[in-house]
Structures are given as structure tokens and as C-alpha cells.
């Protein structure tokens, strides 16, 4: 079982609709999670950290956390073709091992349709 | 501000020689990280840096691989010799110093593509 899973997609959805990606974690301590973008050939770019249970709103970004089920989603509301990209959902371990490193799920790639 | 740099972008290098990557963090981040993807798999954490020492090298693959900060600034990846499964995307990351555990973000560089032939 991998640590971090993720459907690799694509995800096909209309330009304007609800994009719902969806991630699920396996160490069960994790504490810190978070949502990276990455268009082709360049760098992963933050747009959401979530650290606690529920609804984190940003913009037309919405991460959700749902810790009893190991669970994280991010919604994309009125997608637009320049949201068409990878998601990597990544996600960090309990503070106090002094871990700082990221563990990466393989990233859902996500295709708005004009 | 600057963001995190990587060179070089590309290197193509055969099976057996020696390959030097470099990062440039975002100027005044204490932590820097290496990670890298490999063909078809996810991101995989190499090793972190705070200043000048290493943290956490748990993820180095192997003794190939020696990474190097200097004076606590830039970094670099050195991979000696080179195997054909060290191909893959090499990122850098940076982040400021801790002042609170949970609002780290790290910023992440363009990477650089290794093809080892």
C-alpha cells in the first residue's frame, strides 16, 4: 500500500464545473497535508495546506480533511482551463519525530474542457 | 523575490560518470530539501538540510549519492557514479526558518532533468 494514493486520471471536467480531486493517507499521525499544482515542466506550486479537520476555503480552492478516515480532497470551483494541470496532494507526519520532509501521492492530472 | 533556481535544467550524462546538481534557495531559508521523481513514480523525499547540516538523509538511495550546503547557502546533489535508475526529475525546496511547526511551506525549484544513458 502506498503512503499517499491518488487516482492518476485523467480527470475530465467542463470549464465551470466543480473539479473534486481526492487523496487518501496511510499513517494514521499525519498532520499536516497540503495541495500542490504542477503544470508540465515547471516546478510544484503551493495553493492549499490543511491542518485540522473540515472545510479550508481559498478563492475558488476548498481543501477538505477528514482525519478518521485518512482522507483529504481539494474542490475546484468554476474550473477553468488554466487549472488543467497535476495535483499532488503531499502530506507531512507528526511534528514531533522532527520530520520535515513531504510525502507525495502520484499526483491527479486534471484536463478542463472549454 | 527570487524563487528557488536549479541547475543545470537538463543533463545527459552516460552510465558510470559523474553528475553535479546545484540549488540556489530562496535567500534567507534555512531549509533546503532535495527530492526527486523517477519515471512513472511519485515525488520521493532525498534529504533535508537546516543551514548547514543535515537533518534527515533518510531517503538517499545510496552511498552514490553525497549532497553538500556549504556555508549554509546553496546546495549541491552529487550523484558519483551515475546508474541508469538515478534518472528521473531532481527537485530542490526551500522554507524559512520554524517560528511555528505547522505553517512551514516549502517553495519548490523548476528541477532538473537527469537522463543517465
Known amino acids: 500500500q502506498k503512503e499517499v494514493e491518488q487516482n492518476s486520471g485523467p480527470l475530465s471536467v467542463p470549464e465551470g464545473a466543480i473539479a473534486s480531486l481526492n487523496c487518501t493517507y496511510s499513517?494514521?499521525?499525519?498532520?499536516?497535508f497540503f495541495w500542490y499544482r504542477q503544470y508540465s515542466g515547471k516546478s510544484p506550486e503551493l495553493i492549499m495546506s490543511?491542518?485540522?479537520?473540515g472545510d479550508k476555503e481559498d478563492g475558488r480552492f476548498t481543501a477538505q480533511l477528514n482525519k478518521a478516515s485518512q482522507y483529504v480532497s481539494l474542490l475546484i470551483r468554476d474550473s477553468q482551463p488554466s487549472d488543467s494541470a497535476t495535483y499532488l496532494c503531499?502530506?507531512?507526519?507528526?511534528?514531533?519525530?522532527?520530520?520535515?520532509?513531504?510525502?507525495f501521492g502520484s499526483g491527479t492530472r486534471l484536463q478542463v474542457q472549454p | 523575490e527570487a524563487g528557488v533556481t536549479q541547475f543545470p535544467s537538463h543533463s545527459v550524462i552516460e552510465k558510470g560518470q559523474t553528475v553535479t546538481l546545484r540549488c540556489d534557495p530562496i535567500?534567507?531559508?534555512?531549509?533546503l530539501y532535495w527530492y526527486r521523481r523517477v519515471m512513472g513514480k511519485e515525488i520521493k523525499f532525498l534529504l533535508h538540510?537546516?543551514?548547514?547540516?543535515?537533518?534527515?538523509e533518510s531517503g538517499m538511495p545510496n552511498n552514490r549519492f553525497l549532497a553538500e550546503r556549504t556555508g549554509g547557502t546553496y546546495s549541491t546533489l552529487k550523484v558519483q557514479p551515475a546508474e541508469l535508475e538515478d534518472s528521473g526529475v531532481y527537485f530542490c525546496?526551500?522554507?524559512?526558518?520554524?517560528?511555528?511547526?505547522?505553517?512551514?511551506?516549502?517553495?519548490f525549484g523548476p528541477g532538473t532533468r537527469l537522463l543517465v544513458l
Open positions: 525546496a526551500s522554507s524559512q526558518p520554524f517560528t511555528g511547526r505547522k505553517q512551514e511551506t516549502q517553495y
Open positions: 499513517d494514521r499521525v499525519s498532520q499536516s
Open positions: 490543511i491542518y485540522s479537520n
Open positions: 503531499a502530506v507531512r507526519g507528526a511534528d514531533d519525530t522532527g520530520r520535515r520532509a513531504l510525502t
Open positions: 535567500s534567507g531559508h534555512d531549509n
Open positions: 538540510f537546516v543551514k548547514e547540516s543535515k537533518q534527515d
